[in-house]
């Protein structure tokens, strides 16, 4: 504590930019893309004050180009990875001794050049690197990321303001303590936000990071690592580090000083992180911290009572945005008989008035590229399997086509098995799967939807009989950590909607909330006596 108990700014969510044609935002996003897109940048490993050039590189594409090169990255040896420990363990004194206000100013100054100077590049980057639209971009790298920092900020200082009571005689504190060792912060692809999110949190609260962002996020987490910079972060504080993420990881969780993991990204990989850090427990100075955020099978429940309008927007809205490539993406949707056919004939109308999946710098576009090769087969694959199975019926899109981009048609599975691998399959991409229910089997269809797959991320169920609203937000309980009535079920804010799900969604403790701050500190509480006892015998001794 300095000499003050000082107040926060207020945080506020930062409104979001509209880049309408002709407005000076959309004009310089659309500079600064072009000068991305013409570049080659060359990002470093960033390893305490060093910026590291291995030798070792790999090319960055756009995924809507992909024999477009705008840069490449270096990748860590395995001799990176133990020096990115051995820098963050020697920052560490001096960063957890640092008061409080001095890293909170840190992380605001970054969320105001995030909304000024920064934002034309950290959307422009986002574009490129993920191919999100400028509205995604901007929702995501500079709104939520700005929301991360800002909101994380007033949370951590109610978190230090939670102190216990104190009888007579004596004073109790909690002071707050950095994890000690280090934190390990693996991010995904899909979010800027919480690529930048997951080590700024923990470091906010006092510790050290080695992160690893994700291959395909590189070029826009070198922004992240230029305005951490200018805010002034220190060296040593977040050490950036790529390469094989098995390697990585191996050497990451080997050390005795690792102390915690934020992660978010599938479920099958965090899994696998957890065992490890089983198997590694006796080797680990104290018990790390596991923290992640997993996949999703996201679904939409509509009532015979719904507007089909309204129901037809939350399935294109929220199975379609970002090509389906967000962790809250609809995947699976229940429609009432009687209202089905006029929904999907709203869900088909919608999407032919879109345009082809195209380039990002097109703003008339609506749909994008995916992410990579990997994701466009993978989906693809299960694209020609609806083709050929009886029980399935593509009603919209089906086509691909990975000549320039990754471009993957948004596309409707019909199927009348309610249990067909896209109903249970995370598949991350633009495929959404309708099950059409009898409109009698609405209590049968609430039990379907919470059985059927092992998520539990986001769900929503679209209603307007009180009744039967109540009756699916207690049969669905357990079945999303972020249930929406009457509204799609993505587009969680920062400081509204606490994100997170449970079951195999990860561990459900919310990103942007003071809970998931709590993960990232060991409270010490300190007893102070005034006046000491100098005798050891009690009354009832006689
Ligand atoms: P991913 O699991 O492929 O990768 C995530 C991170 O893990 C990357 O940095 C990657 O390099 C690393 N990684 C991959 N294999 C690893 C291994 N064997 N050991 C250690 N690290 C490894 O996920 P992705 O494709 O980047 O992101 C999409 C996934 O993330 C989806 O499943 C989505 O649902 C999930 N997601 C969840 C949330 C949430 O809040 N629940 C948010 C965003 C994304």
Redo the contacts with the bound molecule.
């Keep these: 504590m300095g000499k003050g108990f000082f107040h926060v700014p207020k945080a506020v969510n930062e409104p979001i930019k509209g880049y309408a044609p002709g407005s000076q935002e959309r004009n310089e996003v659309l500079a600064q893309y072009k000068s991305y897109f013409n570049g080659n940048v060359e990002v470093p490993l960033y390893i305490g004050n060093e910026e590291i050039k291995t030798g070792n590189t790999k090319p960055m594409s756009p995924p809507h180009d992909h024999k477009h090169v705008v840069g490449s990255y270096h990748l860590a040896e395995k001799s990176h990875v133990s020096k990115a420990i051995s820098n963050a363990l020697a920052s560490r004194k001096a960063w957890a001794n640092l008061t409080w206000e001095q890293r909170a100013a840190i992380f605001l100054k970054a969320a105001e050049l995030i909304a000024g100077p920064y934002r034309a590049k950290i959307n422009a980057a986002t574009m490129i690197a993920q191919s999100k639209t400028i509205h995604q971009a901007e929702i995501d790298a500079a709104c939520e990321f700005i929301d991360f920092l800002r909101f994380n900020v007033e949370y951590m200082s109610e978190i230090y303001n939670e102190q216990p009571s104190s009888a007579p005689g004596i004073w109790n504190r909690v002071e707050y303590r950095p994890l000690e060792g280090f934190v390990y912060a693996?991010?995904?692809?899909?979010?800027t936000a919480?690529a930048g999110n997951l080590p700024a949190s923990a470091a906010m609260m006092g510790n050290v990071v080695v992160w690893?962002?994700?291959?395909?996020?590189i070029f826009s987490a070198k922004v992240i690592v230029d305005v951490f910079k200018e805010a002034g972060l220190p060296d040593g504080v977040i050490n950036v580090i790529y390469g094989d993420?098995?390697m990585?990881?191996e050497t990451v969780l080997a050390s005795p000083d690792f102390a915690g993991i934020h992660?978010?990204?599938?479920?099958?990989?965090?899994k696998?992180?957890w065992k490890q850090i089983g198997n590694n427990i006796h080797t680990y100075k104290t018990y790390p911290k596991i923290v992640g955020?997993?996949?999703?099978k996201d679904f939409i429940v509509a009532h015979k009572t719904a507007n089909p309008n309204q129901v037809a927007t939350a399935i294109v809205r929220g199975a379609f945005e970002f090509q389906g490539?967000?962790?809250?993406a609809a995947s699976r949707v229940y429609l009432p008989k009687s209202l089905s056919k006029e929904i999907l004939d709203l869900v088909k109308s919608d999407l032919q008035s879109m345009n082809k999946p195209g380039s990002p710098e097109d703003m008339s576009n609506f749909i994008t590229a995916v992410?990579h090769e990997g994701?466009f087969d993978k989906l693809a694959k299960y694209i020609d399997q609806a083709k050929a199975d009886k029980n399935a019926e593509i009603i919209a899109g089906g086509n691909y086509d990975k000549s320039k981009g990754y471009f993957i048609e948004p596309t409707v599975i019909l199927t009348t098995d309610p249990k067909y691998t896209t109903m249970e399959t995370?598949l991350?991409g633009p495929v959404v799967t309708i099950y059409v229910y009898e409109d009698a089997d609405w209590a049968k269809t609430l039990k379907l939807v919470d059985e059927t797959s092992e998520y539990a991320?986001t769900g929503a169920v679209l209603a307007t009989d009180r009744y039967v609203i109540d009756e699916a937000t207690k049969a669905l309980e357990n079945c999303a950590g972020n249930f929406y009535i009457n509204d799609k079920p993505t587009g969680a804010v920062v400081g509204q909607q606490p994100?997170?799900?449970a079951r195999a969604?990860?561990t459900n403790d919310k990103?942007g909330s003071a809970q998931n701050l709590l993960r990232w500190v060991s409270p010490r509480l300190i007893k102070e006596t005034f006046v000491t006892p100098t005798d050891y015998r009690y009354p009832f001794l006689g």
């Design positions: 693996i991010t995904p692809f899909n979010f919480i690893k962002p994700s291959d395909s996020q993420p098995v990585i990881t992660f978010t990204g599938s479920t099958h990989v965090f696998e992180l955020e997993t996949g999703g490539q967000k962790c809250s992410i994701s995370e991350f991320l994100f997170g799900g969604s990860g990103a």
